[in-house]
């Protein structure tokens, strides 16, 4: 059972109990806060000014934070900055263009100073736990999934641009958060695993908001019966709440894990005070959790396996509906009510992967629920991926790699694939279940555009090996659970000895950057000019839109390195018209800077409603660009490349109702766009235009009250109503500046 407490909560003596009122000073008492204010640099604005301990990317990002840095004026990495290569696409389309972005990486490590994990060695969150967690320490990562708070570090997961600032020597700024307490009793029952807690952790939090941009800390009687890997597996999947970052209580299973990982010296006990103020409560009762399913299209929507299986129809029916909603009535195949059969239901793949999955104990307790059984000669396939050579090596020893493969299992080396839709994409139409973070929309590979949906259902390894072992029918592993003890871990980083690049502090400036055909500059951006005119490109009314929506994950990310070349895909999957709209925005506001006359109707009608609007306002004094209206953009992955594709399409703003998460605002602000906000329906559809003027000197004063203007195709014109939420001086003068490379040069004098 989970129960959620709203009001303040004060932890003392070991007892959670409601506070009356808040007690500020208290808040101070927490581990989050006993770390935040360690890495703070007070300027008495009331924000925190945070720098980081280390930083860590893997291959989708680390290009455009090194060409972005590099632009800005950085001559070496100031704190230790790794670079890890799991997101590699496998040559998905094709050439050189993977493994030369890889040898761009190596060359960057080389030049600036710093660590390179080579492809298929670990995935990045791995990595990080055994070689760069810390009790108290803070690291800053460009993947939305950078959490180790099990270990009492925290990680925030945000956009490059975040990287390059730290990287310049720059701070993180955000507003103080709130802290909810997350409180552990109990024990999870047999055949319940982390992933299972996390899930029904989602599904209690992700849609009312409740821990929105908070910081979860926890504490409680089960955390100390809980492995670390199992501390682990939950945490992770913290992202999938909507949080800023997590910390637990740390103990001498921490203790013991970071010694066995060679850093003893890097532990530290983390513990509440005697008496501390939270902002809120979670309380999980751990002997309550079941053996859960997040069905399609979203981590939060949890069910009991139990109670999936006693309603199939009623429930897969709610998904279907959703997935014709997403799909607009695109005639398009796509059931899961006819996957139940007499047995149950049919299950057509079954991935262990990722950060999330491919810890050890989760690899170990597949396979000591799968021993002596087989996957079956039909469409069921499963495929594992330890999360890295170091656990590889130990389940190769233990015998655990060929206990799955004797089941006819295929077991992979570490690769965020299918995390990220660019490994094992399952068939059209069939139902893949994962122990990995996320199964939104088209996040498994599939191409609705081109007629292609499948779908992707989370679940806990233990599940899905009962699945395995079952033929392929969904089966709840409490039916194959028993009293099995995990072995003791064996840690072995001689693969890492023998192949990872460690540079820090040992940089060659005189070396060069190695350069591949497809790795291209960032484009030039203008400053804001003082009015903008806005075509509205795209509108999508959806209740969220992902990062992965905004620009899709898998092979697309190939063009990872060219920033016009990934654009190209940007809204593919959800409004394929979006680029070629975009693009004729963006050759309009050229042919204005170039001083042509514009031959555009649209535009020359719009220009002249304006002049009604505002008579004084001079055209050359009005930027024209792109903006796309979503209900809620943003939920997922903190690649920076969800704004800045919009970006170098000639994108000036997003608005929103509001924005799901804070790194993808952040992201959005960084690329020099505005983060607008508007309250009810839009009154503007796709090709109609959005008048702001007096933009420039708005950002200098109050965002609450924006005055704007919708000039639609018809010639009518009605008042929009805008508003910027919280912005700092420093967010205000990227966005004027035209994008974080422009200020940061302008900063360095270049």
């Not at 808040?27 to 935040?36: D, F, G, P, V």
């Not at 641009?161 to 990287?167: D, M, T, Y």
């Not at 001086?729 to 004027?736: F, N, S």
Request: with cysteine; net charge negative; charged share 20%.
């Amino acid at each position: 059972m989970i129960q959620l407490h709203h009001g303040g909560v004060t932890l003392h003596g070991g007892v959670p109990t409601p506070a009356e009122a808040a007690v500020p000073a208290a808040r101070e008492k927490t581990m989050a806060y006993q770390i935040l204010r360690r890495h703070d640099t007070p300027a008495g604005d009331g924000l925190l000014h945070l720098t980081f301990d280390s930083l860590i990317s893997h291959d989708i990002t680390y290009v455009g934070v090194i060409q972005t840095a590099k632009a800005s004026g950085m001559t070496e990495f100031p704190v230790p900055y790794v670079l890890t290569n799991c997101h590699n696409s496998l040559c998905a389309v094709g050439g050189t263009i993977n493994e030369d972005d890889h040898v761009f990486g190596l060359s960057a490590a080389i030049k600036y100073g710093g660590d390179y994990v080579p492809a298929n060695q670990a995935v990045i969150h791995q990595y990080a736990r055994e070689m760069m967690s810390g009790c108290g320490r803070m690291i800053l990562g460009s993947d939305s999934h950078t959490r180790y708070g099990a270990l009492g570090t925290m990680g925030v997961g945000e956009g490059g641009p975040e990287i390059v600032k730290q990287l310049l020597k720059n701070t993180y700024d955000i507003a103080a958060p709130e802290v909810i307490l997350v409180w552990l009793t109990g024990q999870p029952p047999c055949g319940v695993g982390p992933h299972d807690v996390a899930i029904a952790l989602c599904g209690a939090v992700y849609k009312n908001g409740f821990v929105k941009n908070k910081v979860l800390e926890f504490a409680g009687p089960a955390v100390s019966r809980l492995p670390m890997d199992y501390r682990i597996g939950i945490d992770v999947m913290t992202t999938e709440t909507t949080c800023l970052t997590s910390v637990w209580c740390t103990d001498d299973d921490t203790k013991a894990y970071l010694a066995k990982h060679g850093r003893a010296d890097d532990y530290r006990e983390l513990k509440p005070a005697d008496v501390t103020y939270y902002d809120g409560l979670v309380y999980v009762d751990l002997s309550t959790v079941k053996p859960m399913i997040a069905l399609p299209f979203h981590p939060s929507n949890a069910f009991e396996i139990d109670e999936l299986n006693a309603n199939l129809g009623d429930i897969l029916r709610e998904v279907e509906k959703e997935a014709a909603r997403l799909t607009e009535g695109k005639d398009i195949e796509f059931s899961l009510t006819d996957k139940i059969t007499p047995k149950g239901l049919q299950v057509q793949q079954g991935i262990i992967a990722g950060c999330a999955g491919g810890t050890y104990t989760n690899v170990m307790a597949a396979a000591h629920i799968l021993k002596g059984a087989q996957c079956g000669q039909g469409e069921f396939t499963l495929d594992v991926y330890p999360s890295s050579q170091p656990v590889f090596m130990d389940l190769l020893a233990k015998g655990a790699i060929s206990d799955l493969m004797a089941t006819g299992a295929i077991v992979k080396t570490a690769f965020c694939g299918p995390c990220f839709g660019a490994g094992d994409t399952p068939a059209n139409n069939a139902l893949s279940i994962r122990h990995a973070t996320r199964n939104f929309p088209n996040r498994e590979g599939s191409k609705p555009g081109a007629g292609q949906l499948s779908a992707v259902a989370l679940m806990d390894a233990r599940s899905i090996a009962a699945t395995a072992a079952n033929g392929g029918i969904l089966t709840s592993a409490e039916k194959y659970a028993d009293n099995y003890e995990v072995p003791e871990y064996n840690y072995d980083d001689s693969s890492y000895r023998a192949r990872i690049y460690n540079g820090f502090g040992k940089a060659e400036p005189e070396d060069k950057l190695i350069y591949g055909p497809n790795i291209k500059d960032w484009p030039e951006q203008e400053a804001l000019a003082q009015n903008i005119l806005l075509r509205v490109c795209s509108k999508i009314m959806d209740k969220v839109t992902t990062t992965d929506e905004l620009i899709p994950s898998g092979e697309t990310s190939s063009y990872r390195s060219n920033p016009l070349g990934l654009a190209e895909f940007t809204l593919s999957r959800r409004d394929p018209g979006y680029v070629q709209r975009a693009k004729d925005v963006r050759a309009l506001e050229k042919a204005r800077l170039a001083g042509e006359a514009q031959s555009d109707e649209a535009l020359k009608n719009a220009l002249g409603k304006v002049k009604n609007i505002l008579p004084e306002v001079d055209e050359k004094t009005i930027e024209i660009g792109s903006v796309i209206y979503c209900v809620k953009p943003g939920d997922g992955s903190a690649r920076e490349q969800a704004a800045s594709c919009q970006r170098v399409l000639g994108g000036l703003a997003n608005i929103c109702s509001e924005y799901a998460t804070k790194r993808y605002r952040s992201n959005v602000m960084n690329w020099g766009m505005l983060p607008f906000q508007m309250e009810g329906e839009p009154n503007f559809e796709v090709g109609d235009y959005v008048f702001v003027p007096g933009i420039r000197a708005t950002l200098d004063g109050e965002l609450t009250d924006i005055a704007a203007w919708a000039v639609r195709a018809d010639g009518s014109v009605d008042q929009v109503k805008l508003a910027i939420a919280d912005m700092t001086p420093e967010e205000r003068a990227i966005v004027k500046a035209g994008c974080l490379i422009n200020y940061n040069r302008a900063k360095a004098g270049l």
